[in-house]
T-cell receptor
């Protein structure tokens, strides 16, 4: 296992379209996190999973956003009716569920909404 | 809620010299984890070093070390013998040790480090 992978790496879409991103965590990790990073800022937490259960969602995660981790392995993040404000880098990370909870990040999916 | 502040948007250092990046945080918790992450241009975020708040000894990883001042809520990163490959955005991050509702990392806004050859 070589680390966290994300697909696609880049996505350009038109406003109003739906997009879906995929994250494959490190296989031994049972926790999976989604963050959003805008230009010049640090990542901001969106949501996280313990196995297949979504345990926490940020207020940043509007109703247009939905995330799943159906079998406790890979996860998908879907954005419906995209808006220009959704343009950002979407980062996925994974970790064990015990200290020190180091999170390992994927390369991210850069979304551009035109 | 916890906050993390990095007051230096940009720093530069001559190759082979030493540089210190600053980070302060605000929390009411007594136990937590602190991390420094490195994000090279167009590349993924990499964990550089971590510190557990209950440990008084400052963490060290090769050329990277921290100065953890718990009372002052300060967590600076020192990079010794700077190399061209150290050029990146550096993010300070906080994580509670609580296992309920505090699993996320809270990041600062980052410091862009430039290495001058």
């Amino acid at each position: 296992d070589t680390g966290v992978s994300q697909d696609p790496r880049h996505k350009i879409t038109k406003r109003g379209q739906n997009v879906t991103f995929r994250c494959d965590p490190i296989s031994e990790h049972n926790r999976l996190y989604w963050y959003r990073q805008t230009l010049g800022q640090g990542p901001e937490f969106l949501t996280y999973f313990q196995n297949e259960a979504q345990l926490e969602k940020s207020r940043l995660l509007s109703d247009r956003f939905s995330a799943e981790r159906p079998k406790g392995s890979f996860s998908t993040l879907e954005i419906q009716r995209t808006e220009q404000g959704d343009s950002a880098m979407y980062l996925c990370a994974s970790s064990f569920d015990r200290g020190p909870y180091e999170q390992y990040f994927g390369p991210g999916t850069r979304l551009t909404v035109t | 809620a916890q906050t993390v502040t990095q007051s230096q948007p940009e720093m530069s250092v001559q190759e082979a010299e030493t540089v210190t990046l600053s980070c302060t945080y605000d929390t009411s918790e007594s136990d937590y984890y602190l991390f420094w992450y490195k994000q090279p241009p167009s590349r993924q975020m990499i964990l550089v070093i971590r510190q557990e708040a209950y440990k008084q000894q400052n963490a060290t990883e090769n050329r990277f070390s921290v100065n953890f001042q718990k009372a002052a809520k300060s967590f600076s990163l020192k990079i010794s013998d700077s190399q061209l490959g150290d050029a990146a955005m550096y993010f300070c991050a906080y994580r509670s040790t609580s296992n309920f509702g505090n699993e996320k990392l809270t990041f600062g806004t980052g410091t862009r480090l430039t290495i001058i050859p």
